[in-house]
């Protein structure tokens, strides 16, 4: 078999001759069809100005390329077709072809690294290389019939892998698009430490949103719902973007939008960047995840998907529901959960219930919708789960631009079943005090919509996208279980129903202009992210187990709404958050080729209104027969009109709150070539930040609540690359970053969080936290897309925010927060990616085109809280008037790690892929070791949850399916079986926090290309 050895980039690598080449020729058939000509030729010139080529006119149906034409490429100016080459001539009646040759610098074969190619970065922005020759000798003229393949450029075709794929990153400071067609290492582009997942890393991984995607990447792990930590840094710590814009969270503790709600289907590349440069945001403590939706589609296309999906704990199981409303099943309620009337009056009035007439609240309780939203009800038999999806784009010649258009849709309902085992203790060295049984069923259904347009002018680019995201989320929960902090022996039967809607809207406008020598980036963003919580049901039956004689109902469970022996409660919950964001960067080439400086500016205003109402049924003297009813009879309409049921009001003097912070941020920064191998990128920003979060005071007791934090900072950075030979490079970085307290974490607000049945409280005391970075890491790009990495880094932080617990008597767990007085983190990663070809390994067609894909890293990180014997602390019951600091030593333990924090973070896939069709068979290992989720209560060993070690498989085949094209993707994750642990330790004891098997998912999908 023919191959041609390439020269690229600093590298060498093999392309099969029959096999799409590197860069194909464009080649039509214009004398039949003038309008798809022009559109190529169009289309041509378009990607020549991506790649910062030529258009050179090619006589005669096969190119000759003498090598003195390299030397005559010096200016980045684009020449059409031959004029004389006319449709309908005998030399060349069937094609033509045009052909990209990439510009050499100053006029010559480039004899320099390949980062002189990116040197007219915008600010830290990516920049993709062309596919320039690295060699200190002029190239030698490609034969006749070689042409073609080493300099000819074209679309790429859909392949396994998507190969030679557009990348596309948007981000602050920088172009719209960043296409890394020749070399696809992004990461040896950019002047940061960073990593990028385009869309074919993603579909390797097979899953459904973007943060499971995450959980591959070099040192990220991904907790919760979606939360990504960075390097053993909380989610306070990451910065989420989407194209280069923030995003508003719809999590009430969060002001960190959760990446599980952005399906993998509207996304066109993640990048994760993780030296800070001054173009970003400073809220940069472990890293950006900077999200890019997709753009301008190169050709016209349409999908459509559908897949089912079910789990081993779930799907046919045991599982809890409740009727809702008719359109549950949708997303969408019909109304049935929206605020009573005399309710919503007595919120908007702020109605003291203490002083309320027993007879309105009592009309307040019948207008509760109850049975729809209290009945729990039992299901043997949990559905399957499934989805189906739809996307398409075009575009259309605007003059000598392109408009594009792209458009998605997708819809999943979920289900999922969980057994957990959730425990507490006071004191480990006593039995447990507290331990409960609880089946917890969640229907998630999610609804997603993205519309984009971009249009290209020459150089000008601009892109509106707008994107529409609701996930919502119908609970049923049933547990039983003791606590000895209640009634010493006593049974207690749990049963909870909820509603949770999440809703995020964005609408952004990026554009991106070339005015001669200067660039040009301007944002805007509107966003808004809403989050609904209406008729979170409680219930509580007690069974005393105590001898007939004493208590005659002590074999059975019974509510007395009396908060001792039973309870009954209803909460509503609303958050809205309106985010505007708008910024500005320009850049010159101080000296081309070598100096390019930036300057921005970038404003950030955001707003959140939270309420939260929490409502007690009371009743007194009730007969034995009514507290024994099921929870729908116990509040109807009769029994609380007979037996004089009362509401009790247990939210607290400020049900609501505003929350805002405005930051006003200016940057400059210069890239520069300081010798052919060695550049740096430096700048400083200046960003000044308000923060103010303020009580409503709803019931008029005259005291407002306000808690503000006002702080200017200098944040420099800084990155030097060394291009130490061709194909290997080291980068040092050093920056100043800072890490601001979420909203509700600065109003002392209870809130209960259902996933880990806790309790939070917030503290008006905390203070913003200043971090020190420093990165170094080596890269050896071996090969295309090939590569190996090792990277250190370091991180001081002051005032660091810890999450601490408490226990009360009653065993009711409750979790704040407290800066601690400085911490440490420090670490290092590595990083391989190899594709090792199987044609050699045997003569059957099979292993001719197939290749076999290694990807691993691995993470190490160590991180230390330090505590002075005379440090103090500010926790949430401090009292400015009458008390002192707290000590910190009574609330953090010297040494200890930060929450959050694994030491080992292992990711590892071993693929199967076809190279001239879509055929992957990819099995997936993810592991991470134990970390804190909060500091013990009482100084008790911290609380931690293990990970551990997950495996996963997919496949993906490309098949027929009546002469169409479609993907059929199978799914089995978690294969080991592994559990989720969250417990403390001490010795042999163990306290159970969070204890449930997670089960083993199968899915199948197909998908089908128009």
Same mark, same amino acid.
């Given at each position: 078999?023919?191959?041609?050895?390439?020269?690229?980039?600093?590298?060498?690598?093999?392309?099969?001759?029959?096999?799409?080449?590197?860069?194909?020729?464009?080649?039509?058939?214009?004398?039949?069809?003038?309008?798809?000509?022009?559109?190529?030729?169009?289309?041509?010139?378009?990607?020549?100005?991506?790649?910062d080529?030529?258009i050179?006119?090619?006589?005669?149906?096969?190119?000759?390329?003498?090598?003195?034409?390299?030397?005559?490429?010096?200016?980045?100016?684009?020449?059409?077709?031959?004029p004389?080459?006319?449709?309908?001539?005998?030399?060349?009646?069937?094609?033509?072809?045009?052909?990209?040759?990439?510009?050499?610098?100053?006029?010559?074969?480039?004899?320099?690294?390949?980062?002189?190619?990116?040197?007219?970065?915008?600010?830290?922005?990516?920049?993709?290389?062309?596919?320039?020759?690295?060699?200190?000798?002029?190239?030698?003229?490609?034969?006749?019939? #070689?042409?073609?393949?080493?300099?000819?450029?074209?679309?790429?075709?859909?392949?396994?892998?998507?190969?030679?794929?557009?990348?596309?990153?948007s981000?602050?400071?920088?172009?719209?698009?960043?296409?890394?067609?020749?070399?696809?290492?992004i990461?040896?582009?950019?002047p940061?430490?960073?990593?990028?997942?385009?869309s074919?890393?993603?579909k390797?991984?097979?899953?459904?949103?973007i943060?499971?995607?995450?959980?591959?990447v070099?040192g990220?792990?991904? *907790?919760?719902?979606?939360?990504?930590?960075?390097?053993?840094?909380?989610?306070?710590?990451?910065?989420?973007?989407?194209n280069?814009?923030p995003?508003?969270?719809?999590?009430?503790?969060?002001?960190? *939008?959760?990446?599980?709600?952005?399906?993998?289907?509207?996304?066109?590349?993640?990048?994760?960047?993780?030296?800070?440069?001054?173009?970003?945001?400073?809220e940069?403590?472990?890293?950006?995840?900077?999200?890019?939706?997709?753009?301008?589609?190169?050709?016209?296309?349409?999908?459509?998907?559908?897949?089912?999906?079910?789990?081993?704990?779930?799907?046919?199981q045991?599982?809890?529901?409740?009727?809702?409303?008719?359109?549950?099943?949708?997303g969408?309620?019909?109304?049935?959960?929206?605020?009573?009337?005399?309710?919503?009056?007595?919120?908007?009035?702020?109605?003291?219930?203490s002083?309320?007439?027993?007879?309105?609240?009592?009309?307040?309780?019948? @207008?509760?919708?109850?049975?729809?939203?209290?009945?729990? @009800?039992?299901?043997?038999?949990?559905?399957?789960?499934?989805?189906?999806?739809i996307?398409?784009?075009?575009?259309?010649?605007?003059g000598?631009?392109?408009?594009?258009?792209?458009?998605?849709?997708?819809f999943?309902?979920?289900?999922?079943?969980?057994?957990?085992?959730q425990?507490?203790?006071?004191?480990?060295?006593?039995?447990?005090?507290?331990?409960f049984?609880r089946?917890?069923?969640?229907?998630?259904?999610?609804?997603?919509?993205?519309?984009?347009?971009?249009?290209?002018?020459g150089?000008?680019?601009?892109?509106?996208?707008?994107?529409?995201?609701r996930?919502?989320?119908?609970?049923?929960?049933?547990?039983?279980?003791?606590?000895?902090?209640?009634?010493?022996?006593?049974?207690?039967?749990?049963?909870?129903?909820?509603?949770?809607?999440?809703?995020?809207?964005?609408?952004?406008?990026?554009?991106?202009?070339?005015?001669?020598?200067?660039?040009?980036?301007?944002?805007?963003?509107?966003?808004?992210?809403?989050?609904?919580a209406?008729?979170?049901?409680?219930?509580?039956?007690?069974?005393?187990n105590?001898?007939?004689t004493?208590?005659?109902?002590?074999?059975?469970?019974?509510?007395?709404l009396?908060r001792?022996?039973?309870?009954?409660?209803?909460?509503?919950?609303?958050?809205?958050?309106?985010?505007?964001?708008?910024?500005?960067?320009?850049?010159?080439?101080l000296?081309?080729?070598?100096?390019?400086?930036?300057?921005?500016?970038?404003?950030t205003?955001?707003?959140?209104?939270?309420?939260?109402?929490?409502l007690?049924?009371?009743?007194?003297?009730?007969?034995?027969?009514?507290?024994?009813?099921?929870?729908d009879?116990?509040?109807?309409?009769?029994?609380?009109?007979?037996?004089?049921?009362?509401l009790?009001?247990?939210?607290?003097?400020?049900?609501?709150?505003?929350?805002t912070?405005?930051?006003?941020?200016?940057?400059?920064?210069? #890239?520069?070539?300081?010798?052919?191998?060695v550049?740096?990128?430096?700048?400083?920003?200046?960003?000044?930040?308000k923060?103010?979060?303020?009580?409503i005071?709803?019931?008029?007791?005259?005291v407002?609540?306000?808690?503000?934090?006002?702080?200017?900072?200098?944040?420099?950075?800084?990155?030097i690359?060394?291009?130490?030979?061709?194909?290997m490079?080291?980068?040092?970085?050093?920056?100043?970053t800072?890490?601001?307290? @979420?909203?509700?974490?600065?109003?002392?607000?209870?809130?209960?969080?259902?996933?880990?049945?806790?309790?939070?409280?917030?503290?008006?005391y905390?203070?913003?936290?200043?971090?020190?970075?420093a990165?170094?890491?080596?890269?050896?790009?071996?090969?295309r897309?090939?590569?190996?990495?090792?990277?250190?880094f370091?991180?001081?932080?002051?005032?660091p925010?810890?999450?601490?617990?408490?226990?009360n008597?009653?065993?009711?767990?409750?979790?704040?927060f407290?800066?601690a007085?400085?911490?440490?983190?420090?670490?290092?990663?590595?990083?391989?990616?190899?594709?090792?070809?199987?044609s050699?390994?045997?003569?059957?067609?099979?292993?001719?085109?197939?290749?076999?894909?290694?990807?691993?890293?691995?993470?190490?990180?160590?991180?230390e809280i330090?505590?002075?014997?005379?440090?103090?602390?500010?926790?949430?019951?401090?009292?400015?008037?009458?008390?002192?600091?707290s000590?910190?030593?009574?609330?953090?333990?010297?040494?200890e790690?930060?929450t959050?924090?694994?030491d080992?973070?292992?990711?590892?896939?071993?693929?199967?892929?076809?190279?001239?069709?879509?055929?992957?068979?990819?099995?997936?290992?993810?592991?991470?070791?134990?970390?804190?989720?909060?500091?013990?209560?009482n100084?008790e060993?911290?609380?931690?949850? #293990?990970?551990?070690?997950s495996?996963?498989f997919?496949?993906?085949?490309?098949?027929?399916?009546?002469?169409?094209?479609?993907?059929?993707?199978?799914?089995a994750?978690?294969?080991?079986?592994?559990?989720?642990?969250?417990f403390?330790?001490?010795?042999?004891?163990?306290?159970?926090?969070?204890?449930?098997?997670?089960?083993?998912?199968?899915?199948?999908?197909?998908?089908?290309?128009?």
């Open positions: 078999m023919t191959r041609i050895e390439t020269v690229m980039s600093g590298m060498l690598w093999e392309e099969k001759r029959e096999k799409r080449a590197l860069c194909p020729v464009e080649c039509f058939d214009e004398p039949q069809r003038p309008d798809i000509a022009a559109r190529r030729v169009r289309r041509i010139k378009t990607l020549a100005r991506s790649a080529c030529q050179l006119p090619v006589s005669g149906c096969t190119p000759s390329l003498p090598a003195p034409l390299f030397a005559s490429i010096s200016t980045p100016s684009l020449i059409g077709p031959d004389n080459d006319q449709p309908g001539t005998e030399r060349c009646a069937k094609m033509r072809r045009s052909v990209l040759l990439c510009k050499s610098l100053g006029g010559y074969l480039m004899s320099k690294p390949l980062t002189l190619a990116s040197l007219l970065l915008l600010t830290s922005a990516l920049v993709a290389p062309a596919a320039i020759a690295q060699t200190d000798t002029p190239a030698p003229a490609a034969p006749a019939d #070689q042409a073609n393949t080493v300099l000819a450029m074209a679309e790429p075709t859909d392949q396994a892998g998507e190969q030679g794929e557009q990348v596309d990153v981000i602050p400071g920088g172009g719209i698009v960043v296409v890394g067609r020749y070399n696809k290492n990461e040896r582009s950019a940061q430490v960073v990593n990028v997942l385009s074919a890393d993603i390797r991984t097979g899953e459904g949103d943060a499971g995607s995450l959980q591959r070099t990220l792990s991904v *907790v919760g719902n979606g939360y990504v930590y960075v390097r053993g840094l909380g989610d306070r710590y990451s910065l989420a973007l989407l280069g814009s995003l508003p969270s719809p999590e009430p503790l969060k002001r960190v *939008v959760p990446l599980d709600i952005f399906p993998t289907s509207v996304i066109a590349s993640t990048l994760v960047q993780k030296s800070f440069s001054a173009n970003f945001p400073g940069f403590g472990g890293g950006v995840i900077n999200l890019t939706t997709k753009a301008i589609p190169t050709e016209s296309y349409l999908e459509i998907g559908g897949g089912v999906s079910g789990n081993t704990e779930t799907t046919g045991l599982g809890y529901t409740y009727y809702g409303s008719r359109t549950d099943w949708t969408f309620d019909d109304g049935s959960r929206d605020v009573p009337p005399l309710l919503a009056q007595a919120f908007k009035n702020g109605t003291d219930f002083t309320t007439a027993t007879s309105d609240l009592q009309a307040i309780a019948m @207008q509760f919708n109850n049975a729809r939203t209290s009945l729990l @009800q039992k299901n043997d038999n949990i559905p399957v789960n499934w989805s189906a999806s996307n398409g784009g075009t575009s259309v010649d605007v000598d631009g392109r408009l594009g258009i792209i458009a998605t849709a997708s999943a309902n979920k289900w999922r079943t969980r057994d957990a085992l425990q507490a203790s006071i004191d480990l060295t006593q039995p447990t005090g507290k331990s049984q089946v917890t069923t969640d229907n998630q259904v999610t609804v997603n919509g993205l519309l984009g347009f971009g249009l290209e002018l150089e000008q680019k601009i892109r509106w996208t707008n994107l529409y995201i996930d919502t989320l119908k609970r049923g929960a049933l547990a039983l279980g003791q606590n000895d902090g209640n009634l010493l022996g006593a049974d207690y039967l749990q049963q909870s129903t909820a509603w949770y809607e999440r809703q995020l809207i964005d609408t952004q406008f990026v554009g991106e202009f070339k005015l001669g020598g200067v660039s040009l980036d301007l944002r805007g963003t509107y966003a808004n992210s809403q989050r609904e209406p008729y979170e049901r409680e219930f509580e039956y007690i069974r005393t105590r001898d007939l004493i208590d005659p109902v002590g074999d059975r469970f019974i509510n007395a009396n001792q022996r039973g309870d009954a409660s209803v909460t509503f919950s609303d958050l809205n958050e309106d985010l505007w964001f708008g910024s500005a960067d320009l850049s010159y080439a000296i081309p080729d070598v100096v390019t400086a930036t300057v921005g500016y970038a404003y205003d955001t707003a959140r209104t939270s309420s939260r109402h929490e007690h049924f009371n009743g007194t003297n009730l007969p034995i027969s009514v507290q024994q009813e099921r929870p009879y116990l509040l109807s309409d009769a029994t609380i009109q007979l037996f004089n049921i009362t009790l009001d247990f939210t607290g003097n400020y049900p609501t709150f505003d929350a912070l405005r930051v006003h941020a200016g940057y400059g920064q210069v #890239q520069a070539q300081v010798t052919p191998e550049s740096i990128n430096a700048g400083v920003r200046y960003e000044s930040g923060q103010t979060v303020t009580g005071d709803v019931y008029n007791t005259g407002i609540p306000v808690t503000g934090i006002d702080n200017n900072y200098w944040l420099p950075a800084a990155t690359t060394w291009q130490a030979a061709s194909d490079q080291v980068r040092l970085s050093g920056s100043k800072i890490a601001r307290p @979420q909203f509700r974490e600065l109003i002392a607000q209870p809130y209960t969080d259902t996933e880990s049945n806790r309790d939070y409280r917030g503290n008006p905390l203070i913003d936290s200043e971090l020190w970075n990165d170094v890491r080596f890269e050896w790009y071996i090969d897309d090939q590569r190996l990495s090792a990277a250190a370091y991180k001081k932080i002051d005032k925010i810890e999450t601490y617990t408490t226990i008597d009653k065993f009711d767990v409750n979790t704040s407290a800066n007085p400085e911490a440490t983190l420090y670490g290092f990663e590595l990083e391989a990616q190899k594709y090792i070809g199987l050699n390994w045997s003569d059957a067609p099979f292993f001719a085109s197939r290749r076999l894909v290694l990807i691993g890293n691995y993470t190490y990180t160590q991180s330090k505590v002075g014997a005379g440090d103090t602390t500010l926790p949430y019951t401090y009292n400015p008037a009458t008390g002192s600091p000590l910190a030593s009574d609330y953090f333990l010297n040494g790690p930060m959050g924090q694994s080992h973070l292992v990711n590892f896939q071993i693929g199967l892929e076809d190279t001239d069709s879509l055929s992957q068979q990819t099995l997936l290992l993810t592991y991470a070791s134990e970390r804190v989720t909060s500091r013990g209560p100084l060993p911290d609380i931690k949850e #293990q990970p551990g070690l495996l996963d997919v496949a993906r085949q490309g098949i027929k399916l009546g002469g169409v094209n479609a993907e059929l993707k199978l799914e994750r978690n294969i080991t079986g592994r559990k989720y642990k969250e403390q330790e001490l010795g042999s004891a163990k306290v159970y926090y969070n204890l449930y098997d997670i089960g083993r998912s199968f899915a199948a999908s197909v998908n089908v290309k128009f």
